[in-house]
Nanobody, 123 residues
Framework: QVQLVESGGGVVQAGGSLRLSCAAS????????VGWFRQAPGKEREFVCA????????YSVDSVKGRFTLSRDNAKNTVYLQMNRLKPEDTGIYYC????????????????WGQGTQITVSS
């Protein structure tokens, strides 16, 4: 089973950009779909986007389409989330998660989670 570590969080002004990384340990990383979730204060964790094991398919929620780009480099066991034109409502803790039987955006389909990284977008 892989282990995940997120990095790249921070504070940014609205309209700015950040790139998150999700680094995985383990030799079977390409077998895992990887998703990003976020949790704002006082709210439930919500799905943001996901990428298939081979990187050929991505899916994102409407609120981030055109602003967030997901990619992966399986040779480096890393998934990247490029976030552009950030908005205050993007603020939250961002978690990457991995699963081998992912069919949708459900939290329950991801069985490996990182510790999370904080994103704060100031207005």
């Amino acid at each position: 089973q892989v282990q995940l570590v997120e990095s790249g969080g921070g504070v940014v002004q609205a309209g700015g950009s950040l790139r998150l990384s999700c680094a995985a340990s383990g030799r079977t990383f390409s077998s895992y779909a990887v998703g990003w979730f976020r949790q704002a204060p006082g709210k439930e964790r919500e799905f943001v986007c996901a990428i298939s094991g081979n990187g050929g398919t991505t899916y994102s929620v409407d609120s981030v389409k055109g602003r967030f780009t997901l990619s992966r480099d399986n040779a480096k066991n890393t998934v990247y989330l490029q976030m552009n034109r950030l908005k205050p409502e993007d603020t939250g803790i961002y978690y990457c998660a991995a699963g081998t039987l992912v069919t949708g955006p459900s939290v329950d389909e991801y069985n490996v989670w990182g510790q999370g990284t904080q994103i704060t977008v100031s207005s």
